[in-house]
């Protein structure tokens, strides 16, 4: 079966300040895959997927990366958005006075009028959304709660997982989405992105638990360390740095 890459990212480099994080990193997603980043506390990760989402406050040094075939590089994080990328928050924010039900319709309804489709009203809306809480375990009474406001934690990585499957984004990445999560928490959230997952999207995890991946089979596996890719391989090598570390790959 010939593979379509979604993205390809060629010697990307990025800074932040003046400290460069990332150096010559290459990857290639093709749809239908699950990539798994690990590695240690500063070894680049969420530097990358911020890079990746277009976050103001890192400064790309050189590199290309291609997203459905268009460098995104230029592209502010609205646009990413829209063309398709979505990145879950290893802490997502709170936004005291806006309903989840009023963001949520805002969001999709910015990604509709971003693809020349009609925007939808908020009864249309509610049924809609109404079909996508059920995967994700919430309660509709969720949707008249302000933005995050005294969600705990997994309430928190649901409503980002919501947000996903709403916007029905074709890359996902999904920084730490399992960090401070109990099991519980942790089989909704993996099964809500299952459903999601299919041979259209893409998603890259990254997170520094081989638990998650019990769950979420990925197709990759790689290890990062000082900014770049340095080990390439399946489920297994995650099971292999849950038991030795990453010091063997020095």
């Known amino acids: 079966m010939n593979k379509t890459p979604i993205l390809e990212i060629k010697e990307l480099k990025a800074s932040i300040d003046t400290n460069q994080i ?4 290459d990857l290639t997603v ?17 530097t990358f997927s911020k890079v990746l989402a277009g976050h103001p406050a890192y400064q790309v040094l050189d590199g290309t990366v291609l997203f459905k075939g268009t460098n995104i590089l230029d592209l502010d994080p609205e646009e990413r958005a829209h063309l398709g990328i979505f990145l879950a928050f290893q802490y997502p924010i709170e936004i005291p006075g806006v309903s989840n039900e009023d963001f949520l319709r805002l969001a ?3 990604k509709q009028k971003a693809n020349d489709l009609p925007e939808v ?37 649901r409503n980002e997982i919501l947000q996903m499957i709403l916007l029905d984004s074709e890359l996902c990445i999904l920084d730490e989405t399992d ?9 909704i959230i993996s099964n809500g992105i299952n459903v ?3 041979d259209s999207k893409a998603i890259i995890l990254i997170t520094h638990y ?7 089979k990925p197709d990759f596996v790689h290890v990062m360390q000082n900014g ?20 063997w790959l020095k």
Not at 228 to 247: C, H, N, Q, R, S
């Open 30 to 46: 093709n749809r239908g895959e699950i990539h798994a980043i690990m590695g240690p506390n500063g070894s680049g990760k969420s």
């Open 108 to 110: 999709y309804n910015a």
């Open 22 to 25: 990332l150096k010559s990193l």
């Open 210 to 216: 081989q638990r998650l991946l019990d769950y979420i």
């Open 196 to 198: 999601f997952m299919n």
């Open 179 to 187: 960090s401070g999560l109990d099991i519980d928490a942790l089989k």
């Open 228 to 247: 770049k890719i340095i080990k390439t391989g399946t489920a297994e090598l995650a099971k292999e740095l849950e038991l030795k570390g990453y010091e």
């Open 121 to 157: 009203d908020p009864l249309e809306f509610l049924m809609i959304i109404q079909q996508k809480l059920d995967l994700v375990d919430m309660s509709p009474a969720f949707l008249s709660r302000n933005v995050n406001e005294g969600f705990s934690g997994g309430e928190k990585k």
